[in-house]
């Protein structure tokens, strides 16, 4: 009778971090050291998720920061940061969520600290990445697809 009350109890667990994808190109070096630094940051941020087995999900966060400084692109980076989570016992709305909203903001502090150690690799200032909260970009989202 126990295994079955914990059976049906909702399961959810990260079981893996790790970085899926990696990539830096700086074009503009070396002479983009010798221009006075005026970055301009353009982000581009995605969440997604697979289901891979029964209860057992991928999630990836992808980081794109490119940096144009003197209208010229002094660097380019992109992480893949995923992790696997097991999630039982919890269906519909509240799996989408977790899914989409809390795993992404369980990745991102890890995807934060892999762009900014490759820009600080890469010669240039550090880049600390603003927190992002997926709670409400979700939120936002499902708003934007109730009204379509």
Known sequence: MADEQQAQQPQFALQRLYLKDVSFEAPGVPLVFTKAWEPKVKLDLNAGANHLAEGLYEVVVSVTVTVQNADETAFLVEVEQAGLFVARGIEGDALEHT????????????????????????????????????????????????VQ
């Open 99 to 146: 899914l989409h909203a809390f795993c992404p903001n369980v990745l991102f502090p890890y995807a934060r600290e892999a762009v900014d150690s490759l820009v600080v690799k890469g010669g240039f200032p550090p880049l600390m990445l603003a927190p992002v909260n997926f709670d409400a970009l979700y939120a936002e989202q499902k708003a934007k697809a109730q």
